[in-house]
């Protein structure tokens, strides 16, 4: 599903001096894998999950999305790949604090210029299957960190991408909420979805069917 | 109190961009509004600079029964209240022109005949001689005459030995008695009513005037008098009104048509209709001034923002909110004190030049100073905006939220929200504001547009008029211009030799009346150009009339391009032995034969022996009087046969314009060398000179509405810039989640719009109380009138989200990828 051919980042120092994040990165993910990626502060992973989420655009070499080259790609047809096929969870949630959880859901539709009242059975199939009804009208000042966590995954799935990339989805979790989350993830992958995360777990990392293993901007290992 | 002083000195030093933008803001506001009030305090607020100035009244008579306004006195009128124990003086005041001859060039000279005792009702005393004898009751005009400091300096070189010289009047000769000293102004209602350069004293009888004046021969034009102490104007009005109706019962036959006397504070009477304007062009800057304020006001707030962390601090070591308020209030009135201080050093630079934009016929322009009340007023202004623009963001200081905002590293606080909508509150009264001053401007604007474009019934272009005078000597024996008959070889050579001037197409000579527009002299025009009428077959009361009149010779409606409608124009030949021939304008004739022909109606004047007058013809009616009416009747008399002292030469052609006065000066003394030839203006001026006074409020206005919308579209630019650095993070989840660059527009503009229109709302119902406010000033528009709304509503959206493009893009182009790590 994802190929990417020796694919670099790096931010200009000075004339002619470059800061490499990323160096000669070469990664291939099948349809339906759980990755997991690992390494030091500073190693390049959040960068990496960037790169894929089409958030970052300013690096060179080859990037493949299914059958799309991304690196071919114009930023704008980039933005319609990503929604149609990326879901996105951050490790500080980014829910919208003056939106309602039902508000923060259904943003990610709206962009995707869906019919309301598809929105509308989405966004309730959603709350149900994460059994967060109740919580609808809340605002995200009004929940706890899982809870908050919660939203964030709904968001990221509730347009059906096929990829779901997460970056330190458990980071500002304690220990039980972030089992759940990644439970939640085993059971989305088990359903088909292909996920990609960023983590320093070694027992989230476990979820996962393969680990890459980054250090400063190079993979150093890769463990299935 | 030093240290929070010195704080906010260090505070403003700090961010000199800042500082320096409230300043230039503030300076302007400042500025501006002082700069008005200079203007209304010589002209409104300032006593007249007599002594004891407000027991000075203008005195005004009115006809009701033939809605006569303004209708002069009759010498024995004027000893009436003269007489009545309401004043202490009473003086008739003439305005006149005059040539002062005896030198080698005669010069015009403005002349203000008054009774003798004009200079102790005023309570001036002349810096050189003496004043009039008050108790001088010699008939005729009294040999003496008072002259102005400018005339001394200008023709007499200030000659210390002034006194007792003589100079000749017309033919007559009078003996200096007194010089005024500079600065020394008539209370007039025109600048050349104002600007008089010689007094001259009579008892208004006695030759050149009536040995006998009569009760019903009201040919003073206006009057001032000093009230007794300790009577107040409601008071004297109220004996006056049972004075006015005891001498009407007495003298029924003289007021058919009602008398009645009015007392106007003499200050109004300088004033005029100039208040309106004035105190509107003060509101407007008033507004100006407070939408910088709220500009200043928003910076504040954005500012407050940054520093919630720093106040967050001082609160935890102990400051008082008190404490805080007052150090916040302290940097805002420092920054507003330093712009009262450049706006004030900037009037006092431009004062200048600033004053070219006011009219000449400004009332009390050479008043205009910075003193010490407008130093004051500035003062207070600066105080009072810095408390305005200060308030809200010490009291947000003060409400502050400590544990969250130190928690928050100074981004954002529980109060943020809150500041974010005052902030939107703010923006919307400045929209508001700016929106009606903006209508206000358009309403004048498209009134003014009206007035030039109206079709005035004459043709201006290639117009040029030049004045001159006939002298009226006091023995009229000795008058060479005393008939009609005397006249007419004079006129009929002057127009032979202007014909014959290079570039001269068509010539012809008026009284000062029969110049269109002309308000100048407006005196004179009462005296001359006004005519109390009685028609043949309408005996019956109320049939006297008073109708402008102006005195031409038959060349005269050609070369002004008036249409006849009807009937003929004058002939050269008709000469003052023939009967006495009038042409009128459609308005007349409709006004008094609505419903018959009016060729061969006849009418004549209510003075006695005076003939009858028959409508030869009648022409369509024309703006001669005012841009604004086209309908006032009008009649026009044969200069052939109504002689008249006060000339005006009208020529038409290609003609050299500096080379014309010359040419005409040479030629009309060539006829005569005692005449003075002065005032030489074309047509197209004497029409924009009689629209300055709108041409000033309207330009004033529009400088204000711009600087009004420049300053709204800086303050929404401010806020969604502001908006969009807070929303930065935001942004960036939103570009994250799937949204487009146009979602992102759409919001960032929808947020503006939202806050232009409130705004807009707001606006739109203060602008229509305040088109109603300002209805008299509309010419052809009405205060309402909704094309004006219209374009200015869309102009002032359209900047405005002009003013939220510029951060909207900058909200399109945020990279998610910085925004998404700007935590």
Not at chain 1, 127 to 138: M, N, P, S, T
Not at chain 2, 112 to 140: C, I, M, T, W
Not at chain 2, 404 to 419: F, I, K, M, Y
């Amino acid at each position: 599903m994802i190929k990417l051919k020796n694919l670099e980042r790096n931010y200009p120092l000075g004339k002619e001096r470059f800061f490499y994040v990323l160096r000669d990165v070469n990664i291939d993910v099948e349809e339906g894998e759980f990755v997991s990626i690992m390494g030091p502060s500073g190693a390049g992973k959040s960068t990496l999950l960037h790169i894929l989420g089409m958030h970052d655009h300013g690096w060179h070499g080859e990037y493949f999305l299914g059958e799309a080259a991304v690196h071919h790609l114009k930023p704008k047809e980039r933005a319609t790949l990503r929604n149609e096929q990326i879901g996105f969870v951050f490790q500080q949630y980014h829910l919208l604090d003056d939106l309602t959880v039902y508000e923060n859901l259904d943003i990610p539709l709206s962009y995707r210029r869906y019919s309301a009242s598809r929105r509308a059975a989405l966004v309730a199939d959603m709350l149900d299957r994460f059994q967060i009804v109740g919580k609808k009208d809340l605002y995200p000042r009004q929940l706890s960190g899982g809870q908050q966590q919660l939203v964030g995954v709904a968001r990221a799935i509730i347009a059906e991408p096929k990829l779901l990339l997460a970056d330190e989805p458990t980071g500002n979790l304690h220990s039980s909420q972030g089992e759940e989350i990644m439970e939640l993830f085993r059971k989305l992958n088990e359903q088909g979805m292909t996920i990609v995360q960023v983590t320093h777990s070694e027992k989230n990392a476990a979820y996962g069917k393969r680990t890459i293993q980054l250090r400063d901007g190079w993979i150093v290992k890769e463990d299935r | 109190m030093t240290a929070d002083l010195k704080f906010a000195l260090g505070q403003l030093r700090k961010s000199p961009g800042f500082t320096a933008i409230v300043v230039i803001t503030m300076a302007l506001g400042i500025g501006g509004t002082t700069a008005i009030f200079s203007v209304v305090d010589a002209s409104l607020l300032r006593p007249l600079p007599y002594p004891q100035s407000a027991r000075l009244v203008s005195i005004q008579a009115d006809l009701p029964g033939i809605d006569a306004h303004d209708a002069g006195m009759s010498e024995p009128e004027w000893q009436d209240l003269q007489g009545s124990g309401i004043f202490d003086y009473v003086s008739p005041t003439w305005f006149d022109e005059n040539n002062l001859t005896g030198s080698a060039q005669p010069a015009r000279v403005r002349l203000l005949l008054v009774a003798p005792n004009y200079f102790e009702l005023l309570s001036v005393k002349p810096q050189v001689g003496r004043g009039f004898d008050p108790h001088d009751h010699s008939p005729g005009i009294i040999p003496e005459i008072v002259i102005s400091d400018s005339l001394w300096k200008r023709s007499f070189g200030g000659d210390p030995h002034i006194l007792d010289k003589t100079v000749r009047m017309d033919t007559d000769l009078y003996r200096i008695i007194g010089v005024m000293p500079a600065g020394f102004d008539s209370p007039g209602r025109t600048a050349e009513e104002r600007n008089v350069e010689i007094w001259a004293a009579t008892s208004f009888y006695g030759p050149p005037l009536p040995d006998h004046p009569l009760r019903n021969r009201r040919n003073l034009p206006t009057a001032i008098a000093r009230l007794k102490p300790g009577l107040t104007i409601a008071a004297a009005q109220s004996r006056l009104d049972t004075l006015a109706a005891s001498l009407q019962k007495q003298f029924s036959g003289d007021y058919p048509d009602g008398w009645r006397v009015g007392l106007l504070p003499l200050k109004e009477r300088v004033v005029g209709n100039t208040r309106q304007p004035l105190l509107l062009l003060l509101a407007a800057v008033g507004l100006v001034l407070l939408i910088g304020c709220v500009n200043v006001a928003n910076l504040l707030l954005a500012r407050a923002s940054a520093r919630a962390r720093e106040m967050a601090i001082r609160r935890a070591l102990g400051a008082s909110q008190t404490r805080l308020m007052r150090q916040l209030l302290t940097e805002s009135l420092i920054l507003s004190l330093f712009g009262g201080c450049a706006g004030v050093a900037i009037l006092l630079l431009a004062q200048g030049f600033l004053l070219q934009f006011v009219p000449e016929s400004f009332p009390r322009l050479n008043e205009i100073s910075i003193n010490w009340s407008v130093l004051t007023f500035a003062l207070l202004m600066s105080i009072l905006s810095g408390v305005i623009f200060g308030v809200a963001p010490a009291l947000h200081a003060a409400r502050l939220d400590l544990s969250h905002a130190l928690n928050q590293e100074g981004r954002g606080s529980t109060s943020s929200g809150e500041r974010a909508r005052t902030r939107r509150t703010l923006v919307v009264i400045e929209f508001a504001l700016s929106l009606v001053l903006m209508i206000a401007a358009g309403l004048l604007v498209h009134s003014f547009w009206d007035l030039l474009n109206v079709r005035l019934g004459f043709n201006p272009q290639s117009v040029v008029s030049i004045r001159t005078r006939l002298p009226y000597p006091n023995d009229t024996s000795i008058d060479k211009y005393a008939t009609a008959a005397q006249e007419a070889p004079f006129i009929g050579e002057l127009l032979r030799r202007f014909r014959l001037l290079p570039g001269v197409e068509e010539a012809a000579l008026g009284d000062p009346a029969s110049i269109p527009l002309d308000q100048s002299q407006r005196d004179l025009n009462i005296l001359e150009g006004r005519f109390f009428l009685e028609f043949e077959g309408k005996q019956q009361s109320g049939a006297t009339s008073m109708v402008e009149r102006s005195r031409v010779t038959p060349g005269y409606f050609h070369l002004l391009g008036l249409s006849l409608l009807r009937g003929r124009l004058f002939n050269e030949s008709e000469s003052n032995s023939a009967p006495q021939v009038a042409i009128v304008n459609e308005a007349f004739a409709r006004t008094y034969w609505p419903n018959e022909d009016a060729i061969g109606k006849r009418f004549k004047s209510t003075r006695a022996n005076s003939p009858w007058i028959t409508i030869v013809g009648i022409i369509a009616n024309a703006r001669t009087q005012s841009v604004a009416q086209s309908d006032m009747p009008q009649i026009y008399l044969n200069l052939y046969q109504a002689p008249a002292k006060h000339l005006a030469i009208f020529l038409r052609g290609r003609l050299n314009q500096a080379a014309i006065p010359d040419q005409v000066r040479h030629q009309v003394q060539a006829v005569d060398p005692t005449l003075p030839v002065f005032g030489a203006q074309t047509l197209t001026q004497t029409l924009s000179d009689s629209l300055s006074q709108q041409r000033f409020s309207m330009q004033m206005i529009a400088l204000f509405a711009f600087t009004a919308l420049l300053l709204a579209a800086i303050g929404i630019y401010g806020v969604i810039a502001y908006m969009v650095t807070e929303r930065t993070h935001e942004i960036g989840i939103r570009f994250a989640l799937g949204a487009q660059r146009q979602d992102i527009l759409q919001i960032v503009i929808g947020q503006g719009l939202r806050l232009v229109l409130v705004g807009a709302g707001v606006g739109l119902i203060c602008a229509i109380i305040v088109g109603q406010i300002m209805a008299n000033l509309l010419y052809g528009v009405r205060p309402t009138d909704p094309l004006t709304f219209l374009i200015v509503a869309l102009l002032f959206v359209a900047v405005a989200l002009l003013g939220c493009y510029f951060p909207a893009r900058r909200a399109m182009n945020v990279d998610p990828i910085v925004a998404l790590r700007y935590e």
